[in-house]
């Protein structure tokens, strides 16, 4: 993933506990590179072993980790240079979840080894839709409850997510349940 990924949960980690915890997970996770760069691209594993090694310092599940990092995301991004980007991706939760693979493909015309995920609305109501994740990692759906709180923080909406299907063999993708209500 790209190293934005791995700098945001850096910050997330400073700004949450301290730069000495941070370093701690860093050797823990075995990381050796000193800063990392946004806009270059680091084998997932990196990621993978920065949020188990993580999970162990901080006493947390990794899926909590994950969770806190997806909500940490929408606004990290914003405020980190892809703001205009994401103001220009919708003014809704709804909306904003439609036009996810809009922004993806927009960015990866500039870094073409972003892995995009895809994100599908189905079932759209008032209140609730059926969210449908695909993407070429594994294990990442704690993350998308986090992503869509912080979607819900940003448009000031109130919103419960449950995931409903899990990509096995029986399902072909991850979904989850989304009801949401702005404020
Ligand atoms: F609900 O499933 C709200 O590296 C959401 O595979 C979900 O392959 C917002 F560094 C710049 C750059 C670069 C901008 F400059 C990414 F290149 C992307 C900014 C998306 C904002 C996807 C990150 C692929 C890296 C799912 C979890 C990964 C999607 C991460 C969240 C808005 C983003 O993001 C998976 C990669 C951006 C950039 C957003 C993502 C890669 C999301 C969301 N994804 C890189």
């Known amino acids: 993933m790209y190293g934005l990924v791995n700098k945001a949960i850096q910050d997330m980690v400073c700004s949450g506990y301290s730069e000495q915890i941070w370093k701690q997970i860093k050797h823990k996770a075995e990381v050796n590179v000193d ?26 599940s990794s899926a909590e980790i994950m969770q806190a990092f997806g909500e940490f995301w929408v606004q990290y991004t914003a405020q980190e240079g892809y703001g205009e980007m994401m103001d220009m991706s919708g003014d809704t939760l709804p909306e904003f979840l439609e036009n996810l693979d809009n922004l993806h493909a927009r960015v990866g015309v500039s870094f073409p080894k972003l892995q995009p995920p895809s994100f599908e609305c189905t ?57 949401y209500k702005p404020n």
């Open 35 to 60: 800063v990392f760069l946004s806009m270059e691209s680091y084998p997932d594993d990196i990621t993978h072993r920065l949020v188990k090694a993580a999970s162990v310092i901080l006493s947390l």
């Open 123 to 179: 079932d759209m109501e008032e209140n609730s839709l059926n969210l449908h994740y695909r993407s070429s990692r594994e294990g990442l759906s704690p993350m998308i409850l986090g992503l869509v709180k912080g979607l819900g923080a940003r448009f000031d909406t109130k919103v419960e997510i449950t995931q409903t299907q899990t990509r096995d063999e029986d399902a072909e993708c991850d979904e989850f349940l989304v009801i």
